[in-house]
């Protein structure tokens, strides 16, 4: 029997463990095992997306402190690691539960998958990046979700023979539950159905520090999508840190009442699934809504000055637009008008990603190998200093 213990902690990594906990419960001799490193806990961000993915409650629960780093929550981590004994820890993204769940397991001389793998913005101001780094060089395999990352592992010095280009389980759940999507009354409820197919609404988002931690970026940003919300209804569904931020620069209240935009609060998956796949345009700083839109054929604008998910923009439907309101106004301007790219959906995002993952480690840690020896008293091994996200 194969005990595979996968940690996850955020919407994001929800996600994407989705498909590989459906795949591991399928197949006989894999024992998943569920972490969840509590590191988005409220009913909303946490959850509320586990019922909607039809993923099975948690085996493990933890409650960090709010803001928690990984070396905070490496310890509990570690404690359940050495408790369940498993052959082999999954984790996915670039989280601080990512990073953490990879140091405890590391620890404990513990095999860590990453999937996810070689993903790399070259921004060390990142939080992400950093986490992205550690994460690899902690990890005994390799999963990537499009070629750049393999080109990059290889480039750190990473072994060809434990890297796999894997393809990309976001897409694996997208695929499964993308019909489901369609039947949301989200369109309705917000006020959006325009008949005939039309899509006259833009889906934006912001969470990540670069955006929303310096007031004079998050202004920039927020008078962009304004100006534009003058012409075409902005959805934007907000992470409770971005609500913050918002509030504390003045520019929306408690309900939003501040602003042009229609402010809402962080939505189940199946509702944001839907927003998106009937978007004239998605405007973005998260890695997953760049892949979720080019699979789904969507113009997506990235407000950032870079991505991870070089992929995306070679052969998808995103266009990087960087962080400058002008900018930014006439490339979203310039898309809604007709001159969006058309894109293609990348090499095995079809579905099948967690399949080729599970196969991987089942050939690589099952059968009659044995779970690694762990030290009585779970020690704490080095870890490095890392930015809290």
Not at 93 to 98: E, I, L, R, Y
Request: charged residues 20%; proline residues 7%; positive net charge.
């Amino acid at each position: 029997m194969l005990k595979v213990l996968t940690v996850a902690g955020t919407r994001p990594n929800f996600v994407k463990i989705a498909a590989l906990q459906a795949e591991m419960r399928r197949r006989r001799g894999v024992l998943p095992v569920l972490v969840h490193s509590g590191q988005h806990f409220d009913r909303e961000m946490s959850d509320r997306f586990l019922d909607d993915l039809s993923i099975p409650a948690p085996d493990f629960t933890l409650r960090p402190r709010a803001s928690a780093s990984p070396s905070e929550m490496a310890p509990a981590l570690r404690e359940v690691i050495g408790s369940a004994r498993p052959d082999v820890v999954v984790v996915v993204g670039d989280v601080n539960s990512t990073l953490a769940g990879a140091q405890a397991a590391a620890g404990l001389g513990v095999p860590v998958a990453h999937v996810e793998a070689g993903l790399r913005s070259f921004d060390p101001t990142m939080p992400e990046e950093r986490n992205r780094i550690a994460t690899d060089s902690l990890s005994s395999l390799f999963f990537a979700s499009e070629p750049s990352g393999v080109a990059n592992l290889l480039a750190e010095g990473q072994p060809l023979d434990r890297i796999f280009l894997a393809g990309n389980v976001m897409i694996d759940t997208l695929t499964r539950f993308l019909e489901a999507a369609r039947r949301s009354t989200v369109l309705s409820r917000l006020g959006l159905n325009g008949g005939h197919g039309t899509r006259r609404y833009v889906l934006a988002t912001l969470h990540r520090p670069a955006a929303v931690d310096d007031p004079a970026v998050l202004r920039g940003l927020w008078s962009a999508l304004e100006r534009l919300a003058g012409e075409l209804p902005v959805i934007f569904p907000a992470h409770p840190r971005t609500q913050s931020r918002l509030r504390e620069c003045g520019l929306a209240g408690a309900d939003g009442v501040n602003t042009k935009i229609r402010l809402t609060r962080p939505l189940p998956y199946l509702d944001f699934i839907r927003l998106e796949s009937a978007a004239a345009l998605v405007m973005t700083d998260s890695g997953g809504v760049q892949e979720e839109t080019t699979a789904m054929g969507v113009p997506c604008l990235t407000l950032r000055n870079n991505t991870e998910r070089p992929i995306t923009v070679l052969e998808g439907t995103n266009q990087i637009a960087g962080l400058e309101p002008e900018h930014i106004l006439a490339a979203a301007r310039r898309m809604l008008a007709g001159g969006a790219k058309i894109g293609r959906i990348p090499r095995l995002w079809d579905g099948r990603s967690a399949q080729r993952i599970v196969s991987t480690l089942c050939r690589n840690y099952g059968s009659s190998r044995k779970p690694a020896a762990i030290p009585a008293g779970f020690p704490s091994p080095a870890l490095p200093a890392i930015a809290t996200c």
